[in-house]
């Protein structure tokens, strides 16, 4: 985020809480297809789990041929700021290096390193993704007196984010039950499956959702 002061910009950086729930979603450059046979959608989540997890704590999520949606809770390393720095360009900016918080610094490794598989394996070169993921703040945990929105009630927005989620594929016509769609975590909370992306103990204790375990 740049924020003129005089003539001049000085950057500052969004950091992300611990204490609060977000909507993470964005899409193929375009409207282009980001996944285009199930070998994508694996190597995705393999870098889900390399980049993504160490820095937040997945509710849940769901890819769809051009775009994707996760909501998470940072871990605590993930709201804190990383020794990396990103270089900034623009008008009237001279040399100045961005703070970047390790969970902005996953997604970057995330969407950067599955771009490149991508683009090996089918021949292309530059952006897949849009320029500038959304991070979405859906809920503050902290309590009411100390300026958040407290524990989360039945009739939440992320209640509302977690099952737009899982919509998606039926939205789109894509199946007709969200169980049927293999790449959210729907079918993971109605019955065995578990790929190891969801914390399912987290979800339960904020938005009281359970996993059914048969």
Same mark, same amino acid.
């Given at each position: 985020?740049?924020?003129?002061?005089?003539?001049?910009?000085?950057?500052?950086?969004?950091?992300?809480?611990?204490?609060?729930?977000?909507?993470?979603?964005?899409?193929?450059?375009?409207?282009?297809?980001?996944?285009?046979?199930?070998?994508?959608?694996?190597?995705?989540?393999?870098?889900?789990?390399?980049?993504?997890?160490?820095?937040?704590?997945? =509710?849940?999520?769901?890819?769809?041929?051009?775009?994707?949606?996760?909501? @998470? #809770? /940072?871990? %605590?390393? &993930?709201?804190?700021?990383?020794?990396?720095?990103?270089?900034?360009?623009?008008?009237?900016?001279?040399?100045?290096?961005?703070?970047?918080?390790?969970?902005?610094?996953?997604?970057?490794?995330?969407?950067?390193?599955?771009?490149?598989?991508?683009?090996?394996?089918?021949?292309?070169?530059?952006? =897949?993704?849009?320029?500038?993921?959304?991070?979405?703040?859906?809920?503050? @945990? #902290? /309590?009411? %007196?100390? &300026?958040?929105?407290?524990?989360?009630?039945?009739?939440?927005?992320?209640?509302?984010?977690?099952?737009?989620?899982?919509?998606?594929?039926?939205?789109?016509?894509?199946?007709?039950?969200?169980?049927?769609?293999?790449?959210?975590?729907?079918?993971?909370?109605?019955?065995?499956?578990?790929?190891?992306?969801?914390?399912?103990?987290?979800?339960?204790?904020?938005?009281?959702?359970?996993?059914?375990?048969?």
């Amino acid at each position: 985020m740049f924020r003129r002061t005089g003539t001049k910009f000085s950057v500052h950086f969004e950091m992300y809480s611990h204490d609060c729930l977000y909507h993470f979603y964005n899409q193929g450059i375009n409207g282009q297809a980001i996944f285009r046979i199930e070998e994508n959608y694996d190597f995705f989540l393999g870098k889900v789990k390399k980049h993504l997890l160490p820095n937040a704590h997945v =509710l849940a999520f769901c890819l769809m041929y051009n775009h994707f949606h996760f909501l @998470l #809770r /940072p871990t %605590e390393f &993930g709201a804190s700021q990383s020794n990396k720095k990103v270089p900034v360009h623009g008008k009237n900016i001279e040399n100045e290096m961005l703070p970047i918080c390790n969970l902005s610094y996953g997604v970057q490794m995330l969407l950067s390193t599955y771009t490149r598989g991508f683009n090996k394996a089918y021949h292309r070169s530059g952006n =897949l993704f849009r320029q500038g993921s959304n991070m979405k703040q859906c809920w503050d @945990l #902290r /309590p009411l %007196e100390d &300026g958040g929105q407290g524990t989360i009630p039945n009739s939440s927005y992320p209640h509302t984010v977690f099952n737009y989620l899982h919509q998606n594929p039926v939205s789109a016509g894509i199946c007709l039950d969200t169980v049927t769609w293999d790449w959210s975590s729907a079918r993971e909370y109605q019955g065995p499956y578990d790929r190891g992306i969801c914390d399912f103990e987290m979800a339960e204790s904020l938005l009281r959702v359970r996993k059914f375990r048969g």
